[in-house]
């Protein structure tokens, strides 16, 4: 048996003022989606914001339904929407924050298991690496690459599907 490790490094902020004006702007666009999310059921809405390569911003929040589970995430609305807006413009940055009725959380919301796939997809789909910037009212995260965030990720490769 061999054991092996996997790690990964980033990046900690302090504040939002730390951050080089492109990401503060992104991750002020994921604060205000986060204001325009639809969160009658959970009361937490999340909002995230993509930089495409051409350097447009596409914002989207979570949408929740009652006919749980529903509804979708904010880090999939942006993504498709850049997708389907946007063939062909890569997403090179994406930010996330998230806020409750006491305001912007004060600890950093990671992406969930469905949202870490989509957005390493998006990364294998473009071949190119996805910055993802996590942000709260005490301390901003930056991640070089999505795949960090799912290391062992399920992708293309693994399907031994031939198309005819």
Not at 137 to 142: E, L
């Amino acid at each position: 048996m061999k054991s092996k490790n996997i790690s990964f490094t980033y990046s900690e902020y302090g504040s939002l003022e730390e951050l080089d004006p492109g990401d503060r702007e992104l991750l002020l666009s994921a604060c205000k989606a986060a204001e325009n999310a639809y969160a009658p059921y959970s009361h937490f809405k999340v909002g995230a914001a993509v930089r495409l390569e051409s350097g447009v911003v596409i914002s989207g929040g979570n949408v929740e339904n009652a006919a749980f589970p529903s509804g979708i995430c904010a880090e999939r609305n942006a993504l498709a929407n850049a997708s389907s807006n946007h063939p062909g413009d890569k997403p090179v940055a994406l930010a996330i924050a998230a806020s409750t009725a006491s305001g912007l959380t004060e600890d950093t919301v990671s992406p969930c298991g469905n949202c870490r796939q989509v957005i390493a997809e998006e990364e294998m789909r473009n071949g190119n690496k996805i910055r993802v910037i996590l942000g709260s009212s005490k301390k901003v995260r930056v991640i070089e690459s999505a795949g960090d965030l799912l290391p062992m990720q399920f992708n293309r490769n693994d399907l031994e599907v031939t198309l005819h």
